[in-house]
């Protein structure tokens, strides 16, 4: 079964670092363009970064640049999101989700997501 | 920064069809995907490439794209189609989201 388990998401106060991972199953993880989305309580999807397969290009929406990094590690079937000085508006639900297609960008579309990770970034 | 405008709610009575408009600056240009997300989980990719449709995909749903505007069109929508709907394209290096459609099948 194909899957993207999430993991990592907690409680934290502004100017603090987290890391969520993304365990994948059931594909060959190393052929796929990996994102993460987040969703704020109550509001709509938030592309937030995305890795190509070897990992040779990321790419990051606006509000966390400098703040966020994305990387993978392709033995482990892992994908990883290290979150440095969180601020309240970063508080949402993050999916890690697989990107559809080889391209460069991939546009085919997230065809697999987790179920998701709650950050909350408060003191 | 690039923006796609979504409609915030459209309504449908259970038989007819629904129609979901997503705009952007020359969008027809740009692939565009769209994704069903029902409360409590995680969202789901229902076309991609303007109007192919995922395995498992029911044939009722289905997109087209051309000029300033895609459209999401759900033919002889169910109850169970009532979802937060959301487009999405690339754009350079970013990836972005419309603000997303509520659609209440009445």
Same mark, same amino acid.
């Given at each position: 079964?194909?899957?993207?388990?999430?993991?990592? !998401? !907690?409680?934290?106060?502004?100017? !603090?670092?987290?890391?969520?991972?993304?365990?994948?199953?059931?594909?060959?993880?190393?052929? #796929?363009?990996?994102?993460?989305?987040?969703?704020?309580?109550?509001?709509?999807?938030?592309?937030?970064?995305?890795?190509?397969? @070897?990992?040779?290009?990321? #790419?990051?929406? $606006?509000?966390?640049?400098?703040?966020?990094?994305?990387?993978? @590690?392709?033995?482990?079937?892992?994908?990883?999101?290290?979150?440095?000085?969180?601020?309240?508006? $970063?508080?949402?639900?993050? #999916?890690?989700?697989?990107?559809?297609?080889?391209?460069?960008?991939?546009?085919?579309?997230? $065809?697999?997501?987790?179920?998701?990770?709650?950050?909350?970034?408060?003191? | 920064?690039?923006?796609?405008?979504?409609?915030?709610?459209?309504?449908?009575? /259970?038989?007819?069809?629904?129609?979901?408009?997503?705009?952007?600056?020359?969008?027809?240009?740009?692939?565009?995907?769209?994704?069903?997300?029902?409360?409590?989980?995680? /969202?789901?990719?229902?076309?991609?490439?303007?109007?192919?449709?995922?395995?498992?995909? /029911?044939?009722?749903?289905?997109?087209?794209?051309?000029?300033?505007?895609?459209?999401?069109?759900?033919?002889?929508?169910?109850?169970?189609?009532?979802?937060?709907?959301?487009?999405?394209?690339?754009?350079?290096?970013?990836?972005?989201?419309?603000?997303?459609?509520?659609?209440?099948?009445?």
């Amino acid at each position: 079964e194909v899957q993207l388990v999430e993991s990592g !998401g !907690g409680l934290v106060q502004p100017g !603090g670092s987290l890391r969520l991972s993304c365990a994948a199953s059931g594909f060959t993880f190393s052929n #796929y363009w990996m994102s993460w989305v987040r969703q704020a309580p109550g509001k709509g999807l938030e592309w937030v970064a995305s890795i190509k397969q @070897d990992g040779s290009e990321k #790419y990051f929406v $606006d509000s966390v640049k400098g703040r966020f990094t994305i990387s993978r @590690d392709n033995a482990k079937n892992s994908l990883y999101l290290q979150m440095n000085s969180l601020r309240a508006e $970063d508080t949402a639900v993050y #999916y890690c989700a697989r990107e559809g297609g080889s391209s460069t960008p991939p546009l085919m579309g997230m $065809d697999v997501w987790g179920q998701g990770t709650t950050v909350t970034v408060s003191s | 920064s690039y923006e796609l405008t979504q409609p915030p709610s459209v309504s449908v009575s /259970p038989g007819q069809t629904a129609s979901i408009t997503c705009s952007g600056h020359k969008l027809g240009d740009e692939y565009v995907c769209w994704y069903q997300q029902k409360p409590g989980q995680s /969202p789901v990719l229902v076309i991609y490439q303007d109007n192919k449709r995922p395995s498992g995909i /029911p044939e009722r749903f289905s997109g087209s794209n051309s000029g300033n505007t895609a459209t999401l069109t759900i033919s002889g929508t169910q109850a169970m189609d009532e979802a937060d709907y959301y487009c999405q394209a690339w754009d350079s290096s970013t990836e972005v989201f419309g603000g997303g459609t509520k659609l209440t099948v009445l």
